[in-house]
């Protein structure tokens, strides 16, 4: 079933339950993946779904982060709300030791060290566990592990 297909049939079912915020953050998401379509001028494949979904998880973080720090409460948890929504369309995330293992086997199989191979480690990392790991996880071990 395409994204598209499944976030609408999620829609009619939310419509059903007359589960609001449910609705009201599926049809943004709908929106955002036919903007995505029109700017490429083809379907957006699952991977392009995925940066969708993580990209709108991501603002959606960032946006409850001012509104805790304006005492905005109720706008902040409106928000994770809606992230934890988006986040049913992602794959499980990794375990951070899978995370590790991964890094260690890739940096001893390539020979890398310092802090110039940390772009390499990044690419094939994000590469590897697309939608399932944060850059910044992966960043941050990469560090520990060539620093």
């Given at each position: 079933?395409?994204?598209?297909?499944?976030?609408?049939?999620?829609?009619?079912?939310?419509?059903?339950?007359?589960?609001?915020?449910?609705?009201?953050?599926?049809?943004?998401?709908?929106?955002?993946?036919?903007?995505?379509?029109?700017?490429?001028?083809?379907?957006?494949?699952?991977?392009?779904?995925?940066?969708?979904?993580?990209?709108?998880?991501?603002?959606?973080?960032?946006a409850a982060e001012l509104?805790?720090?304006?005492?905005?409460?109720?706008?902040?948890?409106?928000?994770?709300?809606?992230?934890?929504?988006?986040?049913?369309?992602?794959?499980?995330?990794?375990?951070?030791?899978?995370?590790?293992?991964?890094?260690?086997?890739?940096?001893?199989?390539?020979?890398?060290?310092?802090?110039?191979?940390?772009?390499?480690?990044?690419?094939?990392?994000?590469a590897r566990f697309a939608?399932?790991?944060?850059?910044?996880?992966?960043?941050?071990?990469?560090?520990?592990?060539?620093?």
């Open positions: 079933m395409a994204p598209r297909d499944k976030i609408q049939a999620d829609v009619a079912a939310a419509l059903k339950a007359r589960d609001t915020a449910r609705v009201s953050t599926l049809r943004l998401l709908i929106s955002a993946l036919d903007n995505e379509r029109i700017a490429r001028g083809r379907e957006v494949d699952e991977a392009g779904f995925m940066r969708l979904v993580q990209k709108a998880i991501k603002q959606r973080k960032e509104y805790d720090k304006g005492s905005r409460s109720e706008l902040a948890d409106k928000e994770r709300t809606e992230a934890e929504i988006l986040a049913a369309y992602l794959p499980p995330p990794i375990d951070e030791e899978e995370i590790r293992a991964a890094v260690v086997e890739f940096i001893d199989g390539e020979g890398l060290a310092g802090p110039q191979a940390i772009g390499r480690v990044m690419k094939e990392m994000m939608g399932r790991a944060d850059g910044g996880t992966i960043s941050r071990i990469a560090r520990e592990l060539l620093l």
